[in-house]
């Protein structure tokens, strides 16, 4: 496998990836959902529940292919690369939590992008000092250690909502007044612990990333990414019977299942653009992954814009009305009925940002962070 054409897998991944986020996050209506595109209520997994563990996997295989020249033995330069962009996208992220009202007293301080940012700086630091042997023993510490702390460190249901040690240590850190409200209590699903297992994640995708470079023949690299695939997914499935899958909690098991998954369908990508030649399909995939983080931040404020400042007058009433929900009430809603135009609603964003990542791609503009 060529570099360019590894590059094009896994940036058709990251961007497949990227529109889901976008399908999921921009519905016309929360109320108004089709359930594939709902987050699992608590336990459990679906379509939704992926995007995020895909994305921190991608970060992963991507770290291999941007520090395997240091060999074990970062330089301070790239310590320091680490660092700032550790803390450039945690604090975009902050920002973007504060935007548009920038309430101190209740900004939530965890988020998306700060996951991103503790996964990959931990992630990178770990990944680019220690063996791949290493990296395998430290995975398994995390993992079982996480499970340990889950079960002695929660209450009489340790993987219940309100019992979780997850919770408690946020309210000790943070407070309530800056933690995540919507499962109707205090509890941030990006919070500080369960950060940790989101390590495990990058640390699967930079060991992925090892076996696809260092791979040679595609077919022997198909197979041996198929079987740790299916191997990590079927772990997986098989330990949420005793540590539930849990998108919120971040648990172990939840960590081996997506991560499999997310190899599998690396597998099938690298099979059909590699393997049969077949990529014109995948130019918007291609488009969307070139630019990820900047059209995640940027589909958040326009998200919160058309939310929260763009106002519109209510004929003969003195109320106003959003332009996000007037869009919908009004165009999509009528036209496509509730569930349809809530998706097309979606969809419609998925195509404005596209053409957003066109331009930049065709003009050879990537916003690193």
């Known amino acids: 496998m060529s570099t360019s ?27 108004f959902i089709y359930s594939p595109l709902r987050h699992a209520v608590w336990h459990g997994s679906t379509p939704t ?12 295989v ?21 660092l700032k962009r550790t803390f450039g996208i945690f604090l975009i992220g902050l920002l973007l939590n504060l935007y548009p009202y920038f309430n101190f ?66 309210l000790y850190v943070f407070g309530d007044q800056h933690i995540y409200k919507g499962f109707g209590i205090p509890f941030d699903p990006e919070g500080l612990l369960s950060s940790i297992p989101a390590v495990g994640t990058v640390i699967i995708g930079y060991l992925i990333g ?35 899958i849990n998108k919120p909690l971040w648990t172990s098991s939840y960590v ?23 990529s014109s399909w995948s130019r918007p995939f291609v488009h969307f992954g070139s630019n990820p983080l900047f059209i995640f931040v940027f589909s ?17 009433q003195t109320d106003t009305i959003s332009l996000y929900r007037y869009l919908f009430s009004n165009v999509f809603a009528p036209t496509f009925g509730n569930m349809n135009g809530s998706l097309l609603f979606a969809i419609s964003h998925i195509i404005v940002f596209w053409a957003i990542c066109y331009l930049l791609y065709r003009n050879k503009i990537f916003i690193k962070i």
């Open 62 to 82: 991507s770290l291999y292919f941007s520090f395997k020249k240091y060999e074990k033995a970062a330089s301070k330069a790239a310590i320091s690369k680490i």
């Open 105 to 170: 007293e209740n900004v939530r301080i965890m988020g998306v992008l700060q996951r991103i940012a503790l996964a990959y700086g931990a992630g990178a630091l770990l990944c680019v000092n220690f063996t791949k042997r290493k990296l395998w023993m430290i995975l398994a510490i995390i993992l079982f250690g996480y499970w340990a702390l889950l079960y002695y460190g929660g209450g009489l249901d340790p993987y219940a909502l309100e019992d979780n040690v997850v919770r408690t240590l946020d």
């Open 300 to 316: 958040g404020v326009y998200a919160k814009t058309i939310s929260y400042i763009i106002k519109l007058p209510v004929s003969g």
């Open 256 to 278: 081996l299942y997506t991560a499999g998954l997310a190899t599998l369908v690396l597998v099938v990508l690298i099979f059909i653009i590699d393997y049969k030649k077949t």
């Open 210 to 244: 090892d076996m696809i470079h260092n791979t040679k023949s595609l077919i022997l690299k198909m197979k041996t990414l198929s079987v740790y695939g299916a191997l990590m997914t079927i772990l997986g499935g098989a330990w949420g019977l005793v540590l539930p």
């Open 49 to 60: 529940d992926l995007v995020f563990p895909f994305f921190l996997f991608i970060v992963g």
């Open 5 to 31: 054409q590894r590059i094009i897998s896994l940036d058709v991944l990251r961007g497949m990836t990227i529109s889901l986020m976008i399908l999921v996050n921009t519905p016309g209506s929360w109320s």
